[in-house]
């Protein structure tokens, strides 16, 4: 048999797919100037996993900081002047960088392990009294690229509704058994969604704060501090019959104050701050260690479950539910489920760097696992009539870390400012006033007289004219308020029936520990 033939478009593919040594230069060089992995992918039509393996073979050289070239055996040196003026123009507070630096960064860690083994130690901390919050963007209408509703939003002008960005601070404890009421930055303070369900914001599972670029300010987080962790760490420890006294982890963000501790209610002064050193939150941070990643594909399952659940129970498209039926409050809603949704386990071993003794061997959080979420989501997707795979889901869950610009920003205030100019205040008046049932009840009785006319009245075509009309301009008002709260109601069902299941997974679950 002769060698395999291969034909020219596979070799010109190849050929295609090859990157030179100076294209992988030009690759590194973007990468430390700040451009991010997922737009280094975009830019050059690869994926982020060859983005990734590129930057880790540089960071393999024997020489920190240089890179190798293969064919002219030449170093190439990536400069490095650019980082700390790329930290002050963007308020980033901490980068993992290369060579050197991240020789530094990874030295620094080291030794704090023994600083904070010698603190738990020194004061007989426990897993249970020891908490560690952090923040996250989340793009919640956000899709994944190659899905034709984010090919449509491309193809509008003006604002994309895909843009719209929240940020997320969470908060849980060694053992993971204290979840804190997230904290959550919107550009809006009273969102249209929030007047027409008559949404009580001390009552949402989230502490509701707003600013125009929906950020994390030192004083949302003081008083997230304050109103939230103080009073649930207090309440956690005081039901546990444990003492009081609790350490809260912080990194160096500028949201978190150096002199917290000053800024502490009295009656919470039990909880002592404990700052990770500079540059060391992706190798020390628990919440780092999935359990943010794992936060956001939790979301993104329970946000395509619901669009699968409402658009199978209704007339509704996937697209008249996207743009027309999926508000900021049914993401509040998501958002709980995903933050009550993450496993112990997943909590528990998101300390094995900074704590290794909390976390036993089988606790460590399974690639399993993870794996089975991703599929889920995309077997989901699938069925709601969306083309993605796994690598789409992967790329989605790293695009919520990205910033908007400004124009984005001033896109998305603009909208805000048309949407409550939109609203018709009568009209949402009128529907409240009006009880479901009463609705029906005239439905009926419209049905059984236009029957009658239809039947009994000599001039069929006149009437038939008259009674379409009559049914467009006026019936139709009704029969619109009445789809729309079935559509809401197939929302609360979605939600009652996805907190029950996992209720009683979890009862199923504690049964089978307790046997």
């Not at 053992?175 to 919107?186: E, H, N, R």
């Not at 199978?312 to 998501?334: A, M, P, Q």
């Not at 809401?488 to 520990?513: C, P, Q, V, Y």
Request: contains cysteine; charged residues 30%.
């Amino acid at each position: 048999m002769g060698p395999k033939k291969v034909s020219l478009k596979d070799s010109a593919e190849k050929k295609k797919r090859m990157m030179c040594i100076e294209l992988k230069k030009e690759i590194i060089e973007k990468q430390e100037q700040g451009v991010r992995v997922v737009n280094l992918a975009k830019q050059y039509e690869r994926s982020t996993s060859t983005i990734c393996t590129i930057l880790k073979q540089k960071e393999s050289q024997q020489t920190p900081g240089t890179l190798t070239d293969e064919a002219s055996g030449k170093p190439f040196k990536a400069s490095r002047g650019w980082f700390e003026n790329f930290k002050k123009s963007t308020g980033i507070h901490s980068v993992v960088r290369h060579g050197e630096a991240a020789s530094t960064d990874i030295k620094a860690a080291e030794d704090y392990l023994k600083t904070f083994a010698g603190i738990i130690a020194a004061e007989g901390y426990i897993p249970q009294q020891v908490f560690n919050c952090d923040e996250t963007g989340l793009f919640w209408k956000k899709m994944p690229r190659r899905t034709y509703i984010t090919a449509e939003e491309k193809r509008m002008p003006g604002h994309k509704p895909m843009k719209d960005r929240l940020t997320l601070a969470l908060c849980v404890n060694a053992s993971g058994d204290c979840k804190i009421k997230p904290l959550l930055i919107y550009h809006s303070e009273n969102p249209r969604a929030f007047k027409s369900k008559k949404i009580m914001k001390e009552r949402l599972q989230v502490m509701w704060r707003a600013n125009p670029r929906a950020w994390v300010t030192r004083q949302f987080f003081v008083e997230w501090v304050n109103l939230v962790i103080g009073h649930e760490v207090k309440k956690y420890l005081q039901e546990n019959n444990l003492p009081l006294q609790a350490l809260l982890i912080l990194d160096n963000a500028p949201a978190h104050p150096p002199n917290l501790e000053e800024d502490i209610l009295e009656e919470f002064r039990f909880i002592n701050v404990l700052y990770l050193p500079p540059n060391t939150t992706p190798i020390l941070q628990p919440m780092d260690q999935q359990v943010i990643s794992n936060f956001k594909k939790l979301f993104t399952k329970h946000l395509f479950h619901c669009c699968s659940e409402v658009t199978e129970s209704t007339n509704l498209t996937l697209r008249d539910f996207w743009k027309g039926h999926y508000n900021i409050v049914i993401c509040l809603r998501i958002i709980d489920l995903a933050w009550q949704g993450i496993t112990k386990r997943t909590l528990t071993s998101a300390w094995k760097k900074l704590w290794h003794e909390v976390v036993s061997g089988t606790e460590f959080e399974r690639l399993e696992y993870k794996a089975a979420v991703v599929e889920e989501i995309v077997s989901l997707g699938k069925t709601i009539g969306m083309d993605m795979d796994e690598g789409d889901i992967n790329e989605l869950i790293e695009e919520h870390s990205e910033e908007l610009t400004m124009k984005e920003l001033k896109e998305l205030q603009a909208q805000q400012h048309t949407e409550v100019l939109q609203e018709i205040s009568d009209a949402e008046e009128a529907e409240e006033v009006i009880s479901t049932s009463e609705i029906k009840e005239m439905l009926g009785m419209w049905e059984k007289l236009s029957d009658f006319i239809q039947k009994k009245h000599p001039e069929k075509v006149s009437t038939g004219r008259a009674t379409a009309l009559f049914n467009d301009t006026c019936m139709m008002h009704f029969r619109n308020i009445l789809q729309g709260r079935m559509k809401h109601s197939s929302l609360d069902r979605f939600f009652s029936k996805t907190s029950a299941d996992e209720s009683e997974e979890g009862a199923a679950k504690r049964a089978k520990i307790s046997e």
